[in-house]
């Protein structure tokens, strides 16, 4: 029975592939070796320590998530595409122990937290911002382990879990599979992003569900487009691992990177956002590249149908899956791939494992047609929102209603048919649905405030063909190419507004707040 997450590691047979980077290739015996090396340095690693890891897909990040976890700790994957902004709010939230990075990386950050680099032997140093770390030998964190040790700037709770000290409890000899394993930052409806809190128990459940409907096998060859600070990218590696598969890891510039790929590799499993896929559309796919794909999945958003005839003409001997899921609860429904053409823009049903459904405000459940709130129950529902009960409590509440069973509100509305499967409709909050992820628009308004360049922001989300929605951001008093230039310094590319709309005035409810609906009524 799989109780931790580096138990994902047993399956594969030592001389297979496991995971490959550029021209490097890691053996599951070399990838074992290596991460068992990795946590032994780790060995001064506090039980429930969270260290935070912001670097590239590259053999060394992979390594540095199973080696925290088999050393006790917690690790927080960091999205490569954060500026320093965000990147020292994660480690700052999540009171991180360590911060693993590249020496390019550390170079912008201002924090001081311990921090080990990645470097062409492995982790190096420090990076001037705080203790040295790991030093020396080969490989990722070398053999001569930690200098001095490490411990957690703070104890830390989990949302409305707060009686229990999950770092307190826990120990090298004493684990359960209920311990915390990861926390994923995404972002909420209001202010700056949120961690979700994975235990082991939640990602083995994910890994084996999510492998299982999609048929993974030992010979199948999985390329990671998305980031693995994303449930959908990190769901890449854990059902890969778990039937010993190989991983091509990516970092792509160019769409063409992903079809070059895929031919070199004879790439079988291939999962992209709707932005991606739209940008695949465009390139010329030798029959080297498509020959051996054995499925295709989108997630983060609606894929549309022009995209989705592509594909399937493009690769008409893989299975498409259409696939809807949420950080808090990692991933949650499919559609049958046989129901494709008789169920257009359904979201299918939930996954092996979970349970589903869409309720009325008081959880009873929706006539067929009637919309409602998605809600979903099981083994994936994490276990809140890190040192957040507030938000953890509005979020994650019992199902039924005064039920013992916690279950994940996720605040999206949809409905059911006759026959159970389900559709999308919309939020409930002022979300933004953009390149696959959800974005705070706060957090794009924060941005615009600090430079010192407005007095008013208001960002919304426009309907967008290609990406779900883009961004578009009202300013009073601005000028807007120094803003322009200031928040593509200062945030990742997809949070960067598409427009910046300079008004005199921005319109305001009755009630003298910014009135959102008027302001996404003139930004369409």
Known sequence: MLTRFEDLLRFGAAEDAAVTYKDATLTYGELRDRVARAAEGLRGLEPGARVAIYAEKRLETVVAMFAVAAAGGVFVPINPLFKARQVEYVVEDCGAALLITTPERARTLTGSVRTLLIGETGLVGDAGLGEAGLVGGTGLVGGTGLVGGLGTNRPGRVGA???????????????????????????????????????????????????????????????????????????????????????????????????????????????????????????????????????????????????????????????????????????????????????????????????????RADGSPCDPGEEGEIVHRGALVSLGYWNDPVRTAERFRPFPPGADEIAVWSGDVAYRDEEGFI???????????????????????????????????????????????????????????????????????????????????LPRSGNGKFDRAEIRRRST
């Open 161 to 359: 879990t707060a009686a229990r000290d999950q770092a307190a409890s826990t120990t090298h000899t004493d684990r359960d599979i209920s311990d915390i394993a990861a926390i994923l930052y995404t972002s909420g409806s209001t202010g700056p992003p949120k961690g979700v809190v994975l235990s082991h128990g939640n990602l083995l459940a994910g890994a084996e569900s999510v492998a299982g409907y999609l048929g993974h096998m030992s010979d199948d060859v999985v390329l990671a487009a998305l980031p693995l600070s994303f449930d959908a990218g990190l769901s890449q590696l854990t059902t890969s691992f778990l039937v010993g598969a190989q991983v091509i890891l990516v970092n792509y510039l160019l769409p063409r990177d992903v079809v070059r790929l895929c031919a070199k590799h004879g790439v079988t499993a291939l999962t992209c956002v709707p932005p991606l896929w739209a940008q695949l559309a465009t390139q010329r796919w030798p029959a080297e590249a498509t020959r051996s794909l054995r499925y295709f999945a989108n997630t983060g958003g609606r894929l549309p149908k022009t995209t989705l005839a592509w594909l399937r003409e493009t690769f008409p001997q893989a299975t498409p899956f259409l696939m809807y899921g949420l950080t808090e609860a990692f991933r949650s429904t499919y559609l049958d791939p046989a129901e494709i053409d008789r169920r257009p823009g359904s979201i299918g049903k939930a996954i092996p494992n979970a349970e589903v459904l869409v309720v």
């Open 423 to 505: 559709y999308f409709v919309g939020r409930t909050d002022d979300m933004i649905k953009t390149s696959g992820y959800r974005l705070s628009p706060t957090e794009v308004e924060e941005a615009a405030y600090a430079t010192g360049l407005v007095t008013e922001a208001v960002a919304v989300g426009v309907p967008d063909e290609v990406l779900g929605e883009h961004v578009v951001l009202t300013v009073a008093t601005a000028a807007p190419d120094e803003l322009r230039a200031a928040l593509e310094r200062d945030l990742p590319r997809y949070m960067v507004p598409r427009r910046i709309v300079v008004a005199t005035a």
